[in-house]
């Protein structure tokens, strides 16, 4: 009998500090609000890593890449295929690459960490992990530099061969798992 008296004034208290239909959150945000059930401040937002930009004091270039795309055709699923994007600096600055992206992890650029001359040439090695992908796939490496455009942009593309599922073999002998007619039992 005491639980219950004690459950009912318990209820009962609760139903005086948190009004009927209200929220928590609406209760703490209301300014003359007597009660704070929540009084404890939200965790801080995690640290965010800055990536990497181009430096922008230093003087504008060109580039030039012999192709912006590179098709791969169709392929196999866990194929790992290489392309290397061969590119000039077309300016009269060093080239210098802050970074180079891939839209997804399948796709892995490596990029010349030193200031490229003017009128040097480069490479930008990207490697592309078909995976379990299925179908045409198009991938982007984002290139940032000092260059005028930034950033830019190359294309990975291919068309992923889905395996065919193996065919369910019949047994050798039909007659294996067949009931054998009655009338064959007696002799």
Not at 45 to 60: Q, S, Y
Not at 117 to 122: D, F, L, R, T
Not at 128 to 148: C, E, L, M, R, Y
Not at 165 to 177: D, G, M, S, Y
Request: hydrophobic share 35%.
């Amino acid at each position: 009998m005491k639980s219950k008296i004690f459950s009912f004034f318990l209820a009962a208290s609760l139903l005086t500090v948190v009004p009927y239909g209200k929220s928590i959150a609406q209760i703490n945000d209301h300014p003359a609000s007597p009660v704070q059930l929540n009084p404890v401040a939200p965790a801080p937002a995690k640290p965010t890593v800055a990536e990497p930009v181009v430096d922008p004091n230093l003087p504008k270039t060109t580039i030039e890449f012999s192709e912006m795309e590179w098709d791969f055709g169709r392929i196999k699923q866990e194929e790992k295929l290489v392309h290397v994007f061969k590119f000039t600096n077309t300016g009269l600055n060093p080239l210098t690459i802050a970074q180079c992206k891939g839209s997804c992890g399948c796709t892995v650029p490596e990029w010349p960490k030193e200031p490229i001359a003017p009128g040097a040439a480069g490479e930008i090695k990207v490697q592309f992990n078909s995976g379990k992908k299925k179908g045409k796939q198009n991938k982007t490496v984002t290139i940032q530099a000092n260059t005028d455009p930034n950033p830019t942009i190359l294309q990975i593309k291919s068309d992923i061969e889905v395996p065919a599922e193996p065919a369910v073999a019949e047994p050798a002998n039909k007659n294996i798992l067949q009931p054998v007619p009655s009338e064959q039992k007696n002799n």
